[in-house]
């Protein structure tokens, strides 16, 4: 029961710093780091990461919180609060049922058929986004900046739904769109021999 409500704890105190920057009303949270400035951030998986706890058992729980913004991150790239704040109803929720008696197994069993249905029906009411403007004020929400929505849309406008979006720090302000034309293997050079930019690590061949 102690290691329980541990768990518990852990996992509500990095899920209660996580869910007030969900919605389009989401406020920032402030990460104190050991060094440097603080960071000033709305993203879920962000927030996650920073948090460390002492106790044991309260840790264990905010790692399981971890794992599942980590693995929404990697997956849709988008999410991580949502999906923190739905681990933290079914924890909450599925200890309270083993505690008034509930079978483990059959409750993980209802969740695995709940988890089929709502999946069904939110495919059946998903639309898809397929217009510049649309993707646009996609991009624009998961940025929280309209001019980086209105870029990422020109991106994809024009490489297409097949092409690669790479993004790269600038040396300079402002922000920079290039186009360049080719392909782009998932593997890179066999040897460091090849590199013709040894400052960007790249190896740039033209009509080879």
Request: aromatic share 4%; no cysteine; glycine share 10%.
């Amino acid at each position: 029961e102690e290691a329980r409500r541990g768990l518990e704890r852990g996992l509500n105190s990095l899920a209660d710093a996580v869910k007030v920057t969900l919605g389009p009303k989401g406020r920032n949270v402030v990460l104190e780091k050991k060094w440097g400035a603080p960071t000033i951030t709305n993203d879920g998986v962000s927030i996650a990461k920073e948090i460390e706890l002492e106790d044991p058992y309260e840790k264990i729980g905010a790692e399981l919180v971890k794992e599942v913004a980590k693995k929404t991150d990697d997956v849709a790239g988008d999410g991580t609060t949502t999906a923190t704040v739905l681990a933290q109803a079914l924890v909450k929720e599925g200890l309270r049922n083993v505690a008034a008696g509930a079978n483990p197994l059959g409750l993980k069993r209802g969740i695995e058929k709940a988890v089929e249905k709502i999946t069904e029906t939110l495919l059946k009411g998903a639309k898809e986004v397929e217009t510049k403007d649309q993707i646009a004020a996609t991009a624009a929400i998961s940025a929280g900046d309209q001019s980086i929505g209105d870029l990422i849309a020109e991106a994809m406008d024009k490489v297409g739904n097949e092409g690669v979006i790479t993004v790269e720090e600038s040396n300079t302000f402002g922000l920079q769109l290039e186009l360049t034309e080719g392909m782009r293997f998932d593997k890179g050079y066999i040897s460091g021999y090849f590199v013709t930019d040894a400052e960007r690590q790249e190896a740039v061949l033209e009509d080879p």
